[in-house]
């Protein structure tokens, strides 16, 4: 594809009701500008697929789509092909929306665990956390938090993604110690809260009622999370987050071990 085709893309994201953040494009295509594909019959684009490669060891792949009218006819399978041979053999990860985990099952996908996304309102910040923007903070600091909650290097995408307009990325220093780390950006509709990292619940708490109000009152606010991090449903529950969308994390390739237990926020799309 081409920056603009991923435009294109995001936009037929949009009508699945995916919900992109409204300036995603400049941060995923920076991630792998050689990573997304797209299928045509004639000079009329019918299909799209994301094969990211994050370093020599891993890729992810998503953005999956085909216009509704070519379905059923095998563009798809003939794209999906082309995507995961251009990662090279490296471990494959994606997220499947509920409706495909059986034929990603078929080409060796096996199930990680499920991402649920939660649905709730901004409320103003009732108790005030001391809160420092990451973008403020040397950048490799901000890499290396990063780092621990992601099974490879996203170091293009992560700088793209700390400049996006229309977005927050605030952190919790604690002793020196940068504890907790998250975004808010304005989406197609409302704002997402991912990724949101922290290593003690509180911690997470703290930070997503920072993020909220950082956003005005009563704004849809969504939070992509883990399932088996019981203190993320727990939080989401706090905050009156309500289950409305799930998928599955699933690898090909090999079996990574996240830690699930800090990840509180997934970006969708993107490595947790």
């Known amino acids: 594809m081409s920056r603009d085709d991923l435009g294109r893309t995001l936009d037929w994201a949009a009508a699945e009701g995916w919900n992109p953040g409204r300036h995603d494009l400049d941060a995923f295509h920076a991630a792998d500008p050689g990573g997304y594909f797209m299928g045509w019959r004639g000079t009329q684009p019918v299909a799209a697929i994301s094969a990211v490669r994050y370093g020599d060891g891993f890729g992810f792949v998503g953005l999956y789509i085909v216009a509704p009218e070519c379905r059923g006819q095998g563009l798809g399978w003939a794209l999906w092909q082309h995507a995961m041979a251009s990662l090279g053999g490296r471990v494959a990860g994606l997220d499947g929306v509920v409706e495909q985990q059986a034929n990603y099952r078929k080409s060796g996908f096996v199930l990680a665990h499920r991402n649920v996304r939660h649905a709730g309102r901004a409320r103003p910040l009732v108790h005030p956390v001391a809160c420092v923007d990451l973008r403020t903070l040397d950048f490799d600091r901000v890499r290396a938090f990063d780092a621990l909650h992601a099974p490879a290097p996203r170091t293009a995408f992560l700088r793209a993604w700390l400049a996006q ?104 799309f993107e490595l947790g």
């Open 165 to 268: 307009p229309d977005s927050h990325s605030l952190g919790i220093v604690e002793d020196g110690e940068l504890v907790a780390g998250g975004t808010i950006r304005a989406c197609r509709e409302g704002h997402k809260i991912g990724p949101l990292h922290a290593d003690s619940e509180a911690a997470a708490d703290a930070l997503f009622r920072a993020l909220c109000a950082r956003v005005p009152a009563g704004d849809a606010v969504y939070l992509d999370l883990p399932e088996p991090n019981a203190a993320a449903r727990a939080l989401a529950a706090r905050h009156d987050l309500r289950p409305v969308f799930e998928t599955a994390r699933m690898y090909a390739g090999g079996a990574l071990a996240l830690p699930l237990q800090r990840i509180y926020g997934i970006t969708t």
